[in-house]
């Protein structure tokens, strides 16, 4: 059975930074694409960041610079590091993973950017 479980949400001022923790079971990171994803009130949800098995990293235009995406295989984890957040990085973000063609989704986890 997959599981995906995020941590490290949580109230931020801006210029702040977070890091993002996805534990995962049952699904190895270090051998399939995992990404994290992002949705805020109203709009539709969209990747932030990804990784494949071979380590290559991908990000939105609006986080380039900003967002790191890691993994430790030891501990099957991957992490979002997330600096100089803005405001409109707002959002419930959630880790995925392709496991043996299906996609599995974590429950997310809150980033509020705010003053």
């Known amino acids: 059975q997959v599981r995906l479980v995020e941590s490290g949400g949580g109230l931020v001022q801006p210029g702040g930074s977070l890091k993002l923790s996805c534990a995962a079971s049952?699904?190895?990171?270090?051998?399939?694409?995992m990404g994290w994803y992002r949705q805020a009130p109203g709009k539709e949800r969209e990747l932030v960041a990804s990784i494949t098995h071979r380590g290559i990293q991908s990000y939105a235009d609006s986080v380039k610079g900003r967002f790191t995406i890691s993994r430790d295989i030891v501990q099957n984890t991957i992490y979002l590091q997330a600096n100089s957040l803005k405001p409109d990085d707002t959002a419930v973000y959630y880790c995925s993973g392709t496991w043996i063609r299906s996609d599995y989704w974590g429950q997310g986890t809150q980033v509020t950017v705010s003053s």
């Open positions: 049952g699904i190895i990171v270090s051998i399939t694409t």
